[in-house]
């Protein structure tokens, strides 16, 4: 982990602890963080979906049964 100095606006930072219910600005920044990222993931796969890059009806757990038959 580094450490960075930055501005944070003060009303949306007490907003960010109030919604992730955190006591400091750092847990609420780190969580801020760490949601956007998993946002953008989520939205990555939604859209490989989109694409066909993924196929949902594939069933890994029977595909060897299947493979077999």
Known sequence: MSRTVIDLD???TA???KLYNVK???AAVRRAMEETVKLHRRMEF???IDRGEVDLAH???TADTQDAV
Do not use: G, H, Q, Y
């Open 15 to 17: 907003e960010l602890m």
């Open 10 to 12: 003060e009303d949306t």
């Open 24 to 26: 400091t600005k750092a």
């Open 59 to 61: 069933d890994a757990r």
């Open 46 to 48: 939604m859209d490989a």
